[in-house]
Structure formats: structure tokens, C-alpha cells
């Protein structure tokens, strides 16, 4: 059977590319991490890969906002055959193929108008501002699962710790109508909460202040993911700072980090869509 293959921007200040090329390889994929330019220049075709990457950084030193200069580049800058790459990436999705932003890369998903997309038209329906705090956030945080949500990213999870480290994670919907929208869909897929579960608006459990508690986003197909915490970071047990005490408490507990799961969940998924196909 034909590998999973991922595909793996880097480039401009992104920087987290090695480490979601390293949870491919666990979850028993390939994973090509690629600068946006060879993209752009035609020297590498997205349509060879089944998984779309944008990992988290500082794209081009979030200087006029978190992602906002990459969205543009891939919304705007023709490519050799007269296309824009978010044409590409439209029909990269039409194919039923899939995308995963994190951190920086969730921030850009949502300036090109891949989440939530709640119009299917690829329009802008959110942004993302600076943290409640007005700082900086670094810290380990709980993500509760909306087991409403349609998405293969996050079969079989309920909770999760994930470390989150950014300015600016404050996701605001357009207007009350869309937020309401995005509720009733269940396309808030991932919201923070407290250690035992509990959705919370509260800081620090809740770092930035986001629209629903928001933590992730999927799209109405739930072809698309994008979330604020990195579970790239969190591929191994020894990734949490209490690994000690989460140990001696659960001796009996994987070794696997938590965040590993969103990907064997989606690398399982593509092969059983290819198994069945052949």
C-alpha cells in the first residue's frame, strides 16, 4: 500500500517544521518538510502529498500580524501556471485530501479563509488578536475535545495537555451570527479547560481570552484543523515538564506524549481511506 505522505512548510520564520516532521515519522507516515518559495516557484506540486502542513514560528517576525503576510503570499502571489496557491490548496481539498495548521499555521488558516469557512467560499470569518494578558503566553494548558466534532484529527480523544506559547491566540468571530454558527456546527472542536475537564474562559487555564474558549478549529468537512497548542511538542511522555509524577501516579501509563494522537489519528485515516480504494 502507498505510504501517507505530508507535506511540511517551513520557510519565513516558521520553525516548529522538524518537529511535526518528526510526529509524521512516529505516526508511520513520510513527511517532506519544503520552504513556501519552492511552492510558489512550481518546484514542488502540493497535489503530490495527502496532508498539507503549516507549523507554528514567526512568520516574517509577526510584524503586521501572526500569519498574516504568509496568508497573503498564498492568496495572492501567481504561481508559474497563472494560479494562486490558495486555488491549489481549494482544489487539494475538493481531492478529500487534508490540512493541518498549528500555532502560527492555525493563525494563518484562518487569515486565508480555510477556518472556519462556515460558506464554503474561502472568505475570512475571524481573526485572531493579542492575548487577554497582553503578553506573551508559555505555559502547559488543557484542551477539552467537543465530541460533537466531525473530524478524523480528533477520533477517540477527550482531553489533552498541550503546551501553548503565543501573543496572539485570541480568536474573535466576525459578528455574534457567526459565532453562533460555529457553535451549532460544532466546528469549535477543541476549547481550553481545567485539569479535570472543565471548559473555562478563566486565566491562566484559558491563556488568550478566545471566542468560545476557543482553542481549535476544524472546517464544516472536518478536512481542516487548526489549533493554538502545539501537539507537535508533545510526542513523547518526557515532552511534559511532570512526567515524573504523571509516571509514579500512572505506572502503567504509554509512553506516547498526548499530542502524538491527533497524528496517527489522521496517518490512520488516510491509509484506511487508500486501503479501501484499491
Given at each position: ?62 510584524d503586521l500580524a501572526s500569519g498574516k503576510v504568509v496568508s497573503n503570499k ?205
Amino acid at each position: 500500500m502507498t505510504a501517507v505522505k505530508s507535506l511540511v512548510i517551513t520557510g519565513f520564520g516558521i520553525n516548529c517544521e522538524e518537529e511535526m516532521a518528526a510526529a509524521y515519522h512516529l505516526a508511520g507516515a513520510t513527511a517532506d518538510i519544503v520552504h513556501l518559495n519552492e511552492i510558489l516557484l512550481g518546484q514542488v506540486s502540493i497535489h503530490q502529498y495527502d496532508i498539507l502542513n503549516f507549523p507554528g514560528g514567526f512568520s516574517f517576525g509577526d510584524d503586521l500580524a501572526s500569519g498574516k503576510v504568509v496568508s497573503n503570499k498564498i492568496k495572492f502571489k501567481k504561481l508559474p501556471s497563472g494560479k494562486v496557491l490558495l486555488d491549489e490548496i481549494k482544489q487539494f481539498l475538493a481531492d478529500g485530501k487534508y490540512i493541518l495548521g498549528v500555532c502560527n499555521g492555525f493563525q494563518m488558516l484562518v487569515r486565508m479563509g480555510l477556518l472556519p469557512n462556515t460558506n464554503s467560499d474561502f472568505e475570512p470569518e475571524a481573526t485572531l488578536s493579542n492575548n487577554n494578558s497582553g503578553k506573551f503566553e508559555d505555559r502547559w494548558v488543557y484542551c477539552k475535545v467537543n465530541n460533537a466534532a466531525q473530524t478524523p484529527f480528533l477520533k477517540g480523544i477527550t482531553q489533552m495537555a498541550l503546551p501553548a506559547r503565543h501573543g496572539e491566540g485570541k480568536l474573535i468571530f466576525m459578528d455574534d451570527e457567526m459565532r453562533a454558527k460555529v457553535s451549532k456546527e460544532h466546528l469549535n472542536c477543541l476549547t481550553y479547560c481545567t485539569e479535570d475537564g472543565v471548559e473555562t474562559a478563566a486565566y491562566p487555564a484559558n491563556p488568550n481570552g478566545a471566542d468560545l474558549n476557543c482553542a481549535g478549529l476544524t472546517n464544516p468537512t472536518g478536512q481542516v484543523l487548526g489549533l493554538m497548542p502545539h501537539p507537535e511538542a508533545y510526542l513523547s511522555l518526557y515532552n511534559n515538564p511532570n512526567w515524573g509524577q504523571i509516571k509514579r501516579n500512572n505506572p502503567d501509563i504509554t509512553e506516547e506524549g498526548e499530542g502524538l494522537k491527533i497524528f496517527t489519528n489522521i496517518v490512520e485515516h488516510i491509509k484506511a481511506q487508500k486501503l479501501a480504494t484499491v
